[in-house]
């Protein structure tokens, strides 16, 4: 399976805030959303960053409340690794593993085009993983 498909099954579009929008906002977007992660994105096209819930605990524990009227620039992870539509589950796992997160924003062609989380992959795996089984059980049976 390739990101593609994997992307067929979620709901279009990508919930994206922008680098000056405060993290108070962000929070509310993720709980609003029951996501894990947002794009930070200047014009909704361009990848400029990624904040995590992980991200707003982490900060908000070192600097208290005050931190939710701070721009999202100032917690974001600016280096964002990206996968592309045609890269294999497989190769998004590996990803996703080495580097120790569970967002990766699809691009194609510098642009954002979507967001896998571990949840579409682990989804994604077991659906593969059951149609192998099925498909051995009808060749045992034929």
């Known amino acids: 399976m390739i990101v593609a498909q994997m992307l067929k099954g979620k709901s279009v579009g990508v919930i994206t805030v922008t680098p000056a929008n405060p993290v108070s906002m962000a929070a509310k977007l993720l709980a609003d959303n029951r996501i894990g992660a947002v794009v930070v994105s200047a014009n909704g096209t361009s990848i400029d960053g990624i904040l995590s819930e992980r991200d707003i605990v982490r900060v908000l524990a070192e600097r208290g409340a005050a931190v939710l009227t701070a721009p999202v620039s100032e917690l974001m992870t600016t280096k964002v690794i990206t996968c592309r539509l045609n890269d294999s589950i497989n190769e998004i796992m590996a990803m996703m593993s080495q580097g120790r997160f569970r967002h990766l924003p699809v691009a194609e062609h510098g642009a954002l085009v979507g ?6 992959v682990v989804k994604a795996r077991v659906g593969e993983i059951e149609g192998e089984a099925n498909a ?4 045992i049976n034929a």
Do not use: E, T
């Not at 967001?115 to 579409?120: H, V």
């Open 115 to 120: 967001i896998i989380s571990i949840g579409d």
């Open 136 to 139: 051995l059980r009808a060749y």
